[in-house]
């Protein structure tokens, strides 16, 4: 993300101005993430603002816009964001010239124009969104094959997302005949080929730390073998020089839930240390430890996490960016100050993405949860005792 200018809005003390140009699918992400409905953004577009007598297009110029935000589409994989809006008035004379106010226009977020923003409410963890995607250190740094027999999933990990870049499945035969086990060998030597080649073609090992090879039984070190033999068989420097980085590692499923399990596991734990994904995987998977060991540790709803908050007990606050997204500011602003006083209690604050499914997992669970210093087997007692006190009153007469 290139930030060209951050600037407060002179009519609004809680907004700001924004002028960014996104340079990938993270990127998109990200200002997904920091518009809201009724923020303005003013871009460059094509536009028609002529027509002959019969009424056919004369014209199409570059022109810019200035759109009130009315609603979002958003899908990551196919680095989609387009927005709906409505064209307001500009105050600087030079957006909607030639087009009246209150025309419905759409807006598809590119890589080839900067575009300003104008946010309405602009606060620390919006800002902290945008630092942390012009900070190339934050970008993903690790890539996952996950495979069984006949199927596999060549996928990216981000701080944000899961990214399957292809699956790839084949049929394969039974062994029961000879002509059986030659054509077993030969979709098999295809199915290994066709991983290697999408691992030439997604894997940019200038950036990639470590490459993740999960399954049950022997796969993922057969896959391994081949990679290395297909890549001297062609002399790809690219990756036979980066042998170092791949790592086999064993899970009980060929699908997406195998990361995770890897991702969790102790074994690993040295090589993926270093990740944000597999850092936020573990968290995870100690807050489902304490909640199935009913240790008084774990704890999730507003309610019980605001308690554990205001007696400064939170090792862990889990909370999904739909809580520091929520459109209804009030909101928003309580889930950030809750954000911020863990952290200045000592506490660390873990932001998990619902595209990803650790995400889904919390965002099921409330949205918000915490892992405790010590055990409060009381923490719900008196939310207890306020909702019996509700439901007599409601039988008062």
Not at 246 to 258: D, E, P
Not at 289 to 295: G, I, P, Q, R, V
Not at 341 to 354: A, D, L, N, Y
Request: charged residues 35%; hydrophobic residues 35%; aromatic residues 10%.
């Amino acid at each position: 993300m290139k930030i060209i200018s951050i600037s407060k809005d002179s009519t609004n003390k809680e907004g700001a101005v924004l002028v960014i140009l996104p340079e990938d699918k993270e990127d998109l992400f990200t200002v997904h993430q920091i518009i809201d409905k009724d923020d303005e953004v003013i871009f460059k577009k094509k536009f028609t603002t002529n027509l002959d007598e019969a009424g056919k297009k004369k014209s199409t110029d570059l022109v810019k816009l200035r759109l009130k935000i009315v609603s979002s589409e958003f899908e990551m994989r196919d680095e989609y964001l387009r927005y709906k809006g409505v064209t307001v008035a500009d105050d600087t004379g030079k957006a909607n010239v030639d087009v009246p106010a209150g025309k419905f226009l759409s807006f598809t977020v590119n890589y080839s124009y900067p575009f300003t923003i104008i946010k309405q409410n602009f606060d620390s963890y919006m800002e902290k969104k945008l630092q942390d995607a012009a900070n190339p250190e934050t970008r993903s740094d690790t890539a996952a094959v996950v495979l069984q027999e006949g199927i596999a999933h060549v996928c990216l990990l981000t701080a944000s997302s899961t990214i399957l870049k292809q699956k790839i499945e084949y049929s394969m035969p039974k062994k029961k005949r000879a002509t059986d086990l030659m054509k077993f060998d030969e979709k098999t030597e295809k199915f290994y080929k066709a991983i290697y080649e999408s691992i030439k073609k997604y894997y940019d090992f200038s950036k990639i730390r470590l490459v993740l090879l999960c399954s049950p039984g022997f796969y993922a070190k057969t896959l391994l073998d081949k990679i290395n033999q297909y890549a001297e068989e062609e002399r790809n420097k690219n990756i036979m020089d980066n042998k170092s980085l791949f790592l086999v590692a064993h899970c009980s499923t060929g699908y997406l839930q195998g990361i995770n399990e890897v991702l969790k596991n102790p074994l690993y734990s040295s090589k993926l240390s270093d990740t944000k994904y597999a850092k936020d995987a573990v968290i995870m998977d100690e807050f489902m430890d304490h909640l199935n060991k009913d240790d008084f540790k774990a704890w999730y709803g507003e309610a019980e996490v605001e308690k554990a908050a205001e007696m400064g007990a939170i090792r862990y606050l889990l909370i999904t960016d739909t809580m520091l997204h929520n459109d209804d500011i009030a909101k928003r602003k309580k889930f950030l100050e809750l954000l911020e006083r863990v952290e200045q209690s000592g506490g660390k604050g873990v932001v998990f993405s619902t595209l990803h499914s650790l995400g889904e997992e919390l965002d099921r669970m409330t949205g918000v949860a915490c892992i405790l210093n010590y055990p409060l087997p009381d923490l719900d007692e008196d939310l207890e005792e306020d909702e019996d006190e509700d439901d007599n009153n409601d039988f008062e007469i």
